[in-house]
């Protein structure tokens, strides 16, 4: 065999440390604590890799005895340092104590042989992600371990039931998809095939629940449940780059600061290995034969380089050495373009709109120093967007975030007015009104005529063409897109978009202003979604397929979404947060727009809507909510 003893790494994303998803789970089972008699007992790890070494790691601290096994003896004596200096740390805490550190050490012990799995009543292969491999230490496990042994498999992305079918137990065989770091990620995917038995899975499941990890049941179809959402999230990045829409900083910034993850695309396909995600694709692609699934071709032409991420010291981004996390500048550094071309003064702001997002953006504007008339149809309206702007600027008070003197200076600097024409002398004009076209041109027909020469007038569309909005005016050059993100005053990102007819200065102009409100302002094209919606909305998209396809329920997706990829919301949270109406129209604009059929809008959305289930404001969605 080729070297089968290495795991391969694990795609997933950690969830941060502190985090409520961390703090939220069930207790470990106590350090040395004898697992429960109706549970696996001895635990053999084939492959010592990362991901090996944490899975022994889990099994070992709970109490198990451990059997690792790998060819290299280098790589088991690295996996025995691994565990001295994570039980020396958790003695250092408190949370062991000697005793029980000596007694874990004693527990895993590493064989270069698999004749050493024959005592294992549970034995997990976590070599290398290639089928032949695989399958050649399956088929001689279940020669070698006894025949009440359960045998699992760390794949991803290959077929769990071909494999089980290559051996004589396949009634114990099952997926066992732990997520990197082991030790610190709470979701486990336990992967049953139509040939395992129910006692084979309710054992391993209770296993899991022992070791303080969420164990979500998956059917077996490539990328589960985790990985399926993620990687065709991560493709649809990697080709957004290549098309150069984007940079690959302001790509991996996009997704930082407007959708909350601790990790970008880019940089996420880094830490995965640029290889192992074309596998992964590629086995995807094969099941689906969707496009969203077939490995860019930057994945494919990184790979053939050796340019596979962090391992390697270069993928999307160039590293300080093989293994470093530490991103060093190279040819793709974006220079300080924007410091050539000098932006326009801006003092005074007009913001059009009275709902939330105006209102926002009127505060923002105001707390950074900007005088701001705050616009809208009717004196009423006007006077309702203030109070909620007051509202919003009290509870900052309370929670320490302003003074009562910064809160009156904002205060002060806000104009309520009924009628555009307050927006004579604004250097910047900011509409947020519906996401309709004709009636943001019609605004911005009016903006044209009321606005003196030279005012930078900015829509905040998150899906509707810029230059059509532009072209509406006899100006376009003065017209660029700003899209603010909800809650305005408390998210960091701008999506800074122009159009082919934008000016620099007029672009250079709202970049400055956006580092003068705090904000990072990332640039994009002019077509729908721009960077973030174009990413998030299929990910949305293909969870909804995932229920509609009756694969896996709301709740089991929510929570891997959640544990095993370090989002803050499932898809569906965010869904029936959002918005099912306007999740629709968004994904109706991508299709639309992409013709790519991976897009079309699932048909359970669809007759979610059609029946008026919205999500939080209807009070149903996906879940039922409790009105008022």
């Known amino acids: 065999m080729d070297r089968p003893f290495t795991s391969s790494p694990s795609p997933a994303l950690a969830v941060p440390a502190g985090s409520p998803q961390a703090a939220a789970r069930p207790a470990a089972t106590s350090p040395g604590a004898a697992p429960a008699a109706n549970l696996p007992s001895v635990i053999a790890v084939v492959g010592l890799g990362t991901m090996g070494t944490g899975i022994a790691e889990v099994m070992t601290r709970a109490g198990h005895e451990v059997i690792g096994i790998d060819l290299s003896d280098a790589t088991a004596s690295r996996a025995v340092a691994v565990l001295e200096r994570s039980t020396a740390r958790a003695v250092e805490r408190g949370r062991i104590s000697p005793a029980e550190r000596t007694d874990a050490l004693a527990r895993f012990r590493t064989f270069p042989e698999l004749q050493a799995a024959a005592d294992a009543d549970l034995v997990i292969e976590v070599v290398d992600e290639r089928y032949d491999t695989k399958r050649d230490v399956l088929v001689a496990l279940d020669r070698i371990a006894k025949p009440s042994a359960v045998l699992a498999t760390g794949t991803n992305a290959l077929s769990v039931t071909r494999l089980a079918a290559e051996t004589t137990r396949p009634d114990r065989v099952l997926g066992l998809h732990f997520f990197t770091p082991a030790p610190a990620m709470k979701l486990v995917e336990v992967v049953s095939t139509v040939l395992t038995s129910p006692e084979t899975t309710q054992s391993v499941t209770e296993l899991v629940r022992s070791l303080g990890k969420e164990p979500v049941p998956v059917g077996d179809r490539p990328g589960f449940i985790a990985d399926g959402l993620l990687f065709g999230y991560l493709n649809q990045a990697a080709a957004m780059y290549e098309a150069r829409y984007a940079t690959r900083e302001d790509i991996d910034a996009a997704m930082r600061f407007g959708c909350g993850l601790p990790m970008g695309p880019l940089a996420l396909l880094d830490l995965i290995g640029v290889d192992t995600a074309t596998t992964v694709l ?172 030279g005012a930078v007038l900015a829509t905040t569309t998150s899906s509707l063409p810029v230059v059509a909005i532009a072209r509406a005016t006899d100006r376009p050059q003065d017209v660029v897109g700003m899209h603010f993100f909800n809650p305005a005053p408390a998210m960091k990102l701008v999506e800074v978009v122009r159009t082919v007819l934008t000016a620099d200065d007029t672009h250079a102009t709202v970049r400055q202003v956006c580092g003068t409100l705090g904000k990072h302002a990332v640039d994009c094209g002019d077509r729908a979604g721009f960077i973030v919606n174009a990413l998030l909305f299929p990910y949305l998209n293909n969870a909804v397929k995932m229920v509609q396809d009756h694969y896996a329920s709301v709740d089991a997706i929510d929570a891997a979404m959640k544990l095993g990829g370090g989002y803050p919301m499932g898809p569906f949270e965010l869904l029936d947060v959002v918005g099912l109406d306007v999740s629709l129209a968004i994904e109706q604009v991508l299709h639309e727009e992409f013709r790519d059929p991976g897009l079309a809008p699932a048909p359970l959305l669809e007759h979610l809507v059609s029946a008026g289930c919205l999500g939080r404001k209807t009070g149903r969605g996906f879940r039922e909510y409790a009105r008022g």
């Open 282 to 453: 590629d086995a995807m692609y094969e099941a689906t034969r969707d496009r969203l699934h077939a490995p860019s071709p930057v994945l494919r032409q990184l790979t053939a380089a050796g340019l596979l991420g962090r391992k390697s010291g270069r993928g999307f981004y160039t590293y300080e050495a093989p293994g470093s996390a530490v991103v060093v500048a190279d040819a793709e550094t974006p220079a300080d373009r924007h410091a050539r071309v000098s932006g326009r003064v801006v003092r005074t702001v007009g913001v059009a709109g009275s709902g939330t997002m105006a209102t926002g953006i009127a505060e923002v504007f105001a707390k950074a120093g900007f005088d701001v008339a705050l616009a809208a149809r009717t004196p009423e309206k006007a006077g309702q967007a203030v109070a909620r702007l007051t509202t919003s600027l009290d509870r900052s008070v309370a929670k320490g975030r302003l003074t009562r003197e910064q809160r009156d200076e904002a205060l002060a600097r806000v104009t309520p007015a009924a009628s555009y024409d307050s927006f004579a002398d604004a250097d910047l004009v900011v509409e947020a009104v519906t996401e309709d076209l004709f009636v943001k041109q019609q605004l911005f027909r009016m903006f044209d005529k009321v606005c003196k020469p």
